[in-house]
């Protein structure tokens, strides 16, 4: 079982699509809620209050992150079995091969038993015109290839990734709110270097394996997400 997804791995280059996947999603599950949390930390700076209740921080972060993960879930396997189906339709125009109802019908019904009868000269009886019937339809059920079997096996298991990373991501800032009760200035300054912390080390996975530069990527998505907060603060406040 184990040797028979690696082999669909390997066709339908799985791993690369999944490593984009996780680390683009991830990383926006991380910057959603962190929008959530600068939210609630405007609400601190502007009303002078000291702390706020973390129930309220974590519900409303949940929520968001259950919604990246059902419509990661469900866009992404929706999105890829229809690119599917429509490069299998081109494939077979290409290959002028004509799967229409008509030609389907037309196999079953050209096999005519009282001709077959004539031409033979004997009865066929009604459990060899049955038999007949069914292995006519067996031929019609065509078996999966193994690029089809490789590309439904991808399919699935990007949609959970693409589901799930948004999730992971906004999942980890709320850490430090599922610690403590309420939530004071402290403890959102702990989530915002708790995203720090993850999006350096998604700077250091993209540098290795696209063998650039790490120090490069660190910097680019570092300076994103200060972007963001400092924008967000400003705009907030």
């Known amino acids: 079982m184990f040797e028979k997804f690696k082999t669909y791995a390997k066709i339908t280059n799985l791993w690369a ?4 996947y996780f680390v683009n999603n991830f990383y926006d599950g991380m910057l959603t809620v962190l929008g959530i949390l600068l939210g609630f930390f405007a609400v601190i700076l502007n009303q002078g ?8 921080v974590i519900l409303t972060g949940l929520g968001s992150s259950i919604s990246m993960f059902m419509s990661g879930l469900t866009g992404s396997y929706l999105s890829e079995k229809a690119e599917q189906k429509k490069i299998k339709e081109e494939l077979r125009k290409a290959m002028v091969v004509i799967t229409t109802k008509e030609e389907d019908q037309i196999d079953e019904d050209s096999v005519d038993i009282k001709e077959i009868e004539k031409a033979m000269l004997i009865k066929i009886n009604k459990n060899v015109n049955s038999k007949i019937k069914i292995r006519l339809r067996r031929k019609k ?3 999966k290839t193994l690029q089809e079997k490789a590309e439904n096996f991808a399919s ?4 959970c990734i693409n589901g799930g990373s948004p999730f992971l991501g906004g999942m980890i800032p709320l850490i430090p709110f599922l610690l403590v009760s309420p939530a004071n200035f402290s403890t959102f300054i702990i989530s915002f270097f708790l995203i720090l912390a993850c999006i350096i080390l998604l700077g250091i996975f993209l540098g290795v394996v696209s063998k650039e ?10 300076f994103a997400f200060l972007i ?3 924008i967000s603060i400003f705009l907030l406040r």
Do not use: P
């Open 17 to 20: 699509i999944a490593r984009r």
């Open 49 to 56: 209050e000291t702390s706020i209740d973390s129930h309220l």
């Open 228 to 230: 963001t907060l400092l």
């Open 141 to 143: 059920k065509r078996n």
């Open 156 to 159: 699935i298991i990007v949609s």
């Open 213 to 222: 530069s790490i120090i490069k990527n660190i910097f680019e998505m570092t």
